[in-house]
């Protein structure tokens, strides 16, 4: 059982725009910044946004990230084919000496 | 470029220790710490720790303290983790990944080394 809840399974076709959530606590997202990963199938996580809303360079800025008290988004727009992969999110949490947690993981299928 | 390139896959006994190699270059080792995340077939991400190899301290997860260590050896920037009493429930894929201490997470990780626990 992951501390971050994600939705197991989103969709959508080309073009079109999808949300994913996240939901944590007040020791989670509540008091630090969320992060994002990408994870194409067989490969390593790869970072998509930091500190809730920042992309690295050459993430597109069709990826773009919110927070909002101790829930989080990501949200896709014009999604394309090669954006179906898993994603998760990710938050330092204070308790229990403080240690990162993540969220279970949401799978993503362009239709 | 910055690289993370781990050693290859494992197959272990129950109740046996495994070491998985995290290899660095394409930056200076010591300046960036080391994290290490597991991920079991089909499931999330789940973090084990991190180490600072410059001056050798660790943080573990509560789940793996006492079986888990964390080490460095500086002269081939080269991270280690050692996780014993392996059970069938650490078969993972298990990756190491460098911490930016500027965006506060992640930013580049190994490919990853599958440890299969089996009799």
């Known amino acids: 059982q992951s501390v971050l809840t994600q939705p197991p399974s989103a969709s959508g076709t080309p073009g079109q725009r999808v949300t994913i959530s996240c939901s944590g606590s007040s020791s989670n997202i509540g008091s630090n910044y969320v992060y994002w990963y990408q994870q194409l199938p067989g490969t390593a996580p790869k970072l998509l946004i930091y500190?809730?809303?920042q992309r690295p360079s050459g993430v597109p800025d069709r990826f773009s990230g919110s927070k909002s008290g101790t829930s989080a988004s990501l949200a896709i727009s014009g999604l394309r084919s090669e954006d179906e992969a898993d994603y998760y999110c990710?938050?330092?949490?204070?308790?229990?000496?403080?240690?990162?947690?993540f969220g279970g993981g949401t799978k993503l299928t362009v239709l | 470029q910055v690289q993370l390139v781990q050693s290859g896959a494992e197959v272990k006994k129950p109740g046996a220790s495994v070491k998985v190699s995290c290899k660095a270059s394409?930056?200076?080792?010591?300046?960036?710490?080391i994290n290490w995340v597991r991920q079991a077939t089909g499931q999330g991400l789940e973090w084990m720790g991190w180490?600072?190899?410059?001056?050798?301290?660790?943080g573990y997860a509560q789940k793996f303290q006492g079986r888990v260590t964390m080490t460095r050896n500086t002269s081939i920037s080269t991270a280690y983790m050692e996780l014993s009493s392996l059970r069938s429930e650490d078969t993972a894929v298990y990756y190491c990944?460098?911490?930016?201490?500027?965006?506060?997470?992640?930013?580049?990780w190994g490919q990853g080394t599958l440890v299969t626990v089996s009799s």
């Open positions: 180490m600072n190899p410059n001056s050798g301290n660790t």
């Open positions: 394409g930056y200076t080792f010591t300046s960036y710490d």
């Open positions: 990710a938050a330092w949490d204070d308790s229990l000496s403080g240690h990162w947690v």
């Open positions: 990944a460098r911490y930016s201490s500027g965006w506060y997470t992640f930013d580049y």
């Open positions: 500190r809730n809303n």
